[in-house]
């Protein structure tokens, strides 16, 4: 919703002060220059298919409606969290690791990770705890090698998903340039324009000047913030993960439930961290009956 608010406000700043400017929409048409935008736009998305192998272009391109759409992570999701997190912590505690067997052979429908929507709709999320958690009723994880093996995963998801906001900057920045060589082609047609009509000689300087326009229009107003809105939605995620993290091994270190459930929340961004009452509302649900 953001980067939608943000291409409007860019577009009518640009485009109304080009008609303040211009007196009105009457030489709009100006800036209807096909060919420029072939050459610029055609050209950048070729640049992007060069910079990596095509199954890291297809994975950019799927990244694409997460900028629009967001992570969907908000502080509910750490809610949720917290209340899996502490079930799964009291099942441990009352049960043994064993006492989780179930849930864990089939996540998908299991009534403990439901309950809880926004955490098992998240795949990666899921995958993370899931996998963690396999390690502890197989018995064969220390709270040191979670920790590591953990953090291993985490980076090779970040450095995974962050190559699609890095190329896609990258092709932002050669917009700029391609706008240049569009401008240089518009200019050697005027050139070979030179001694006929003045209109037609102005239309052709017009043509060139709007290529080097969509070029910084397209890297600064659109393209840009694109990148930067997948980073972001890429980063809550990593967050999210951290905050799994966290809990688990502080849980497996032999902090109390209450104690691990700390360590998860101080590792979220304050915007989205649960406060106290709200932490010791998650506590009185779960004393009062929560599953496991």
Not at 75 to 91: A, D, H, P
Not at 232 to 243: E, G, K, P, S, T
């Amino acid at each position: 919703m953001n980067l939608i608010l943000s291409f409007i406000v860019v577009t009518l700043s640009v485009f109304g002060g080009f008609a303040w400017a211009s007196g009105g929409f009457t030489n709009f048409p100006v800036l209807l220059q096909p060919s420029e935008y072939l050459v610029i736009l055609g050209a950048g998305i070729g640049a992007l298919i060069g910079y990596a192998p095509l199954s890291v272009t297809k994975r950019i391109i799927k990244s694409v409606p997460l900028a629009f759409k967001g992570s969907g992570i908000t502080k509910e999701t750490y809610l949720q969290l917290m209340g899996l997190l502490l079930s799964i912590f009291n099942v441990i505690r009352k049960e043994g690791v064993l006492g989780l067997e179930k849930d864990l052979n089939d996540p998908h429908t299991s009534e403990r990770f439901n309950k809880f929507p926004l955490i098992a709709k998240n795949h990666h999320a899921m995958e993370l705890l899931i996998s963690a958690l396999k390690l502890f009723v197989d018995g064969v994880i220390n709270a040191f090698d979670l920790d590591k093996l953990m953090e291993t995963e985490i980076d090779t998801h970040n450095h995974e998903s962050a190559v699609s906001p890095t190329l896609m900057g990258k092709m932002a920045d050669a917009l700029p340039g391609l706008g240049i060589v569009a401008a240089v082609l518009g200019i050697i047609i005027t050139m070979g324009a030179l001694g006929g009509d003045v209109a037609e000689i102005g239309h052709h300087v017009a043509a060139a000047l709007v290529g080097t326009f969509l070029g910084i229009l397209c890297c600064y107003g659109y393209f840009q913030p694109l990148a930067s809105s997948i980073e972001m939605a890429q980063h809550d995620n990593h967050v999210l993960l951290n905050a799994i993290r966290a809990g688990l091994v502080a849980f497996v270190s032999g902090s109390p439930p209450a104690v691990a459930l700390e360590f998860a929340r101080k590792s979220i961004e304050s915007d989205k961290r649960p406060n106290d009452i709200e932490m010791e509302k998650i506590q009185q649900d779960a004393r009062g009956g929560s599953t496991g």
